[in-house]
């Protein structure tokens, strides 16, 4: 559909329950370097700032510190183990696929704007099968910025051939919640996710608990004027 509206996911903590395979890739390195792994319970809001923020918050979670060059080592070995292990047991939040029909019946342009890199994102996602509903797939790497930098999410709405004008975010962390703030566009909170901050104290525009109550948060803040 010409200028049909873009809805704008994060992937991890939104689209897909990623925590088991991204705290199991942290601890095999804490463990591998000597370190106590974390619980899952409490580790899985440390998620949603990239790879490398995951290990620091990791190191600093033990204590530990870590020079630049032995970051950006871990980093690398974090994130080859993760990818070889990234649909372990990562799998769709509850009504997702559903969800995600019912929009592109209503003729919505569905996309992914994370802060996971390009193609881990896509690896996860054609593991789950979920690659050919979204028109644009895009992590910190497509143009080498990081939400909440509105770069990323002008591009992305760009890449899928949709307006900002016509836009919504759909996120579940400040990071979301600041790129949808700062490119001008609506943004719906999602309850179930990743944050050290609780989503409904970042004040987004509408809170779901559930997949299935995104069609009708959508559906009430596209009568509300957005910038372009």
């Not at 873009?6 to 804490?30: E, Q």
């Not at 809001?45 to 700032?49: E, V």
């Not at 992914?112 to 996971?116: I, S």
């Not at 995104?214 to 957005?226: G, M, N």
């Given at each position: 559909?010409?200028?049909?509206?873009?809805?704008?996911?994060?992937?991890?903590?939104?689209?897909?329950?990623?925590?088991?395979?991204?705290?199991?890739?942290?601890?095999?390195?804490?463990?591998?370097e000597k370190m106590s792994p974390l619980p899952l319970d409490s580790a899985r809001?440390?998620?949603?700032?990239g790879a490398r923020r995951l290990l620091e918050r990791g190191l600093e979670a033990e204590n530990r510190q870590a020079t630049l060059e032995?970051?950006?080592?871990?980093?690398?070995?974090?994130?080859?183990?993760?990818?070889?292990?990234?649909?372990?047991?990562?799998?769709?939040?509850e009504g997702l696929e559903a969800t995600l029909d019912d929009l592109a019946g209503r003729g919505y342009r569905l996309a992914?704007?994370?802060?996971?890199l390009e193609?881990?994102?896509?690896?996860?996602?054609?593991?789950?099968?979920?690659?050919?509903?979204?028109?644009?797939?895009?992590?910190?790497?497509?143009?080498?910025?990081?939400?909440?930098?509105?770069i990323i999410l002008r591009q992305t709405v760009a890449k899928a051939g949709g307006a900002i004008g016509s836009t919504i975010m759909v996120g579940d962390a400040g990071p979301d919640v600041g790129v949808a703030r700062r490119t001008g566009v609506p943004v719906i909170g999602v309850t179930f996710g990743y944050t050290?901050?609780?989503?409904?104290?970042?004040?987004?525009?509408?809170?779901?608990?559930?997949?299935?109550?995104?069609?009708?948060?959508?559906?009430?803040?596209?009568?509300?004027?957005?910038?372009?």
């Open positions: 559909m010409k200028n049909a509206p873009v809805i704008a996911f994060d992937l991890d903590g939104t689209l897909v329950d990623t925590a088991p395979d991204l705290i199991g890739a942290l601890n095999h390195i804490l463990i591998r809001n440390l998620i949603g700032a032995e970051m950006t080592k871990l980093t690398e070995d974090f994130i080859a183990y993760y990818a070889d292990h990234i649909a372990d047991e990562s799998r769709p939040f992914v704007c994370t802060n996971k193609w881990l994102s896509r690896r996860l996602l054609d593991r789950l099968g979920l690659t050919p509903r979204f028109a644009a797939i895009c992590g910190a790497d497509t143009f080498g910025v990081s939400k909440p930098d509105p050290e901050v609780p989503i409904a104290d970042l004040k987004p525009d509408r809170l779901i608990d559930h997949m299935s109550e995104l069609p009708d948060a959508i559906e009430s803040l596209l009568k509300i004027p957005v910038k372009d």
